[in-house]
């Protein structure tokens, strides 16, 4: 069964500085990945998605993530935090065979002025 | 953009009463979902709907759950006996297809809580 392990459940910056949000998943075949973000009171936004193309994958609001399989791994990074970015990320995996999105636990973002 | 739609954004019931939660998935869209996310604990999957069936369904989703696509638009989760346990923010999604890389599409949720 596949499975995801968002390692910090919460995780504040400074507004300009970098964000790093980890991610361990576990799957028997070809994962496909994904980052979602829910702001306040507001419904679930992709973020990015990664499906067997390219390892780093760019997705909106300035933000990335490297497929690493070798480290099971899928962190989401972005290079200057914005207040804007303050919500929770959930890391979220599927694979062939089982399609059903399987989340993580969410990561908090909280940003400093 | 196109957006999945949910009604209403919270709602309160009494324990053993019946509720309906609403949701009208993006037109072009075939795959639709309900997953719910207790306080404190992570995002569940609880159905999965396709041409008018269910294709998929989790444990949770025992003989006191439906869904029903009653026409063209709408998609609903209804709980015929609500337990305090079902307490939950639910999410209704939906997809262009049911690939492992298609991504769903999330409304804004429904918070339902049961007193």
């Known amino acids: 069964a596949q499975s995801v392990t968002q390692l910090d459940s919460h995780v504040s910056v400074s507004e300009g500085t970098p964000v790093l949000l980890r991610c361990n998943y576990s799957s028997s075949y070809s994962p496909s990945l994904f980052w979602y973000v829910q702001h306040p009171n507001k419904g679930l936004q992709l973020l990015l998605k990664y499906t067997s193309a390219a390892t780093l994958v760019k997705g909106i609001n300035g933000f990335e993530a490297e497929f690493k399989k070798s480290e099971t791994s899928f962190h989401l990074t972005k290079p200057s935090a914005h207040m804007s970015d303050a919500a929770e990320y959930f890391c979220v995996v599927s694979d062939k065979v089982d399609y059903k999105l399987s989340f993580g636990a969410g990561t908090t973002v909280t940003v400093r002025a | 953009e196109p957006e999945v739609t949910q009604t209403p954004s919270h709602q309160v019931t009494q324990m053993g009463q019946e509720v309906i939660l609403r949701c009208v998935p993006i037109?072009?869209?075939?795959?639709f979902y309900w997953y719910r996310q207790i306080l404190g604990q992570k995002v569940e999957f609880l159905v999965s709907f396709y041409n008018n069936e269910i294709s998929e369904k989790s444990e949770i989703f025992d003989d006191q759950f439906s869904v029903e696509r009653p026409d063209g638009s709408n998609f609903t989760l209804k709980i015929r006996s609500t337990k305090l346990e079902d307490s939950a923010m639910y999410f209704c999604?939906?997809?262009?297809?049911?690939?492992?890389?298609?991504?769903?599409?999330f409304g804004n949720g429904t918070r339902l809580t049961v007193t």
């Open positions: 037109s072009n869209h075939l795959y």
């Open positions: 999604a939906s997809s262009e297809d049911s690939g492992v890389g298609s991504p769903l599409h």
